[in-house]
């Protein structure tokens, strides 16, 4: 599996279908994880982080044959590919920027990825499209019991799995939902409803997790700590409170679908005849204009229009993803102006 045939792959957390797919694009669960008797990263020495990278690839791919996962080594990848896998959820934005020996281990599903050298020595993560979260919890604890298998990791009797952020200690685990919540934003009950959910030790993010804008309507809510708390019940009140969201979310649509219909469609349609016609369109304006029409093809407004080709948009058009697709870097005037030309070609417009 080569790198340059991943990133113009399908991505599992905007695939059509899963569960309550309407507004919830995507859930993860994600593992931190250290070897026991070595430093955490931010303490390891150059020379230690490049044996340890090289320890834990032997390590990991052989934990996980026969599958077919690959190893993609950072140090010394091209920028525009650290980018895509950034873009891609695969990789964070701290692995990406970071210095020395650093590595990730991805499926050709792109569900698994498992980030070497990161703030921990194991980021383990796997997504599932839409609401599935004991699912993707049992599929990532079968992956961590087979990387356990081959290496020992740092673990105390009475605080649980040791990470270097203090957030993480205790089972290492944050469970994750991301959510397009347009209805809320509409009706400005977004900020009351995301002030409820804090009240229940659940953390709200934007689209790339911690530090980033919720563009695009697109939010992930997860677990804030894991300390004093098993999986089960971490799982148990994103499982309790998700729900509450979606009915929320659901309410706000109807209420803008019965009390502002004209409003509604004209900001729908208006993002459509834009990504239709548009010769040139930011990074940012892209993912309101999708959003909008996300919107209104998963409320049947905006009819004969493939949801699946809106969601992968979202990714495609990522500066990233559409300087990739160039095969060359671009400048931000001239990322705009092919962003628009593969808009229209993607929906079907001149």
């Known amino acids: 599996m080569k790198l340059d045939d991943l990133i113009v792959g399908p991505s599992p957390w905007l695939q059509p279908g899963g569960p309550q797919c309407d507004i919830i694009l995507s859930t993860r669960v994600r593992l931190a994880r250290n070897v026991a008797g070595r430093p955490f990263s931010s303490r390891l020495k150059p020379d230690q982080r490049e044996e ?23 140090e010394g990848m091209p920028e525009i590919d650290r980018r895509c896998l ?18 990730v281990a991805i499926d050709p599903t792109q569900r698994l990825a498992i980030m070497a050298n990161e703030e921990d020595h194991i980021r383990l993560q796997i997504y599932s499209p839409g609401l599935q979260l004991d699912e993707t919890w049992r599929d990532a604890d079968e992956v961590d019991d087979r990387i356990e298998q081959q290496v020992t990791y740092t673990f105390s009797p009475t605080l649980g799995y040791l990470t270097a952020c203090p957030t993480n200690v205790g089972t290492g685990m944050r469970a994750s939902v991301m959510l397009h919540l347009p209805g809320l934003v509409l009706t400005k009950q977004i900020e009351k409803v995301f002030r409820a959910v804090s009240r229940m030790r659940l953390a709200v993010r934007g689209l790339y997790g911690e530090g980033t804008q919720a563009t695009g309507d697109i939010y992930q809510i997860s677990n804030q700590a894991s300390l004093g708390r098993s999986e089960s019940d ?27 219909p004209k409003y509604l469609d004209d900001r729908i349609f208006r993002a459509w005849g834009l990504l239709t016609h ?10 309101t204009l999708l959003s909008a029409a996300r919107l209104g093809v998963n ?4 009819k004969g229009v493939d949801i699946g080709a809106i969601n992968e948009l979202f990714l495609l058009t990522r500066p990233g993803h559409i300087q990739k697709m160039r095969g060359a870097e671009l400048s931000e005037t001239e990322r705009d102006v092919a962003r628009a ?10």
């Open 234 to 260: 971490i799982l148990k009140t994103l499982g309790a409170v998700i729900p509450q969201i979606l009915a929320y979310e659901r309410q706000a649509r109807d209420v803008l679908a019965t009390e502002s």
């Open 341 to 350: 030309d593969y808009i229209r070609k993607r929906l079907g417009a001149t």
């Open 52 to 74: 340890l990278d090289a320890w834990l690839q032997k390590a990991i791919l052989k934990a996980l044959a026969p599958k077919d996962v690959a190893w993609f080594e950072l």
């Open 278 to 287: 548009a010769r040139t369109i930011s990074s940012e304006e892209t993912l």
């Open 299 to 302: 409320m049947a407004r905006l």
């Open 86 to 103: 950034v873009e891609r959820h695969l990789i964070s934005r701290e692995l990406a920027a970071g210095d020395g020996h650093r590595g």
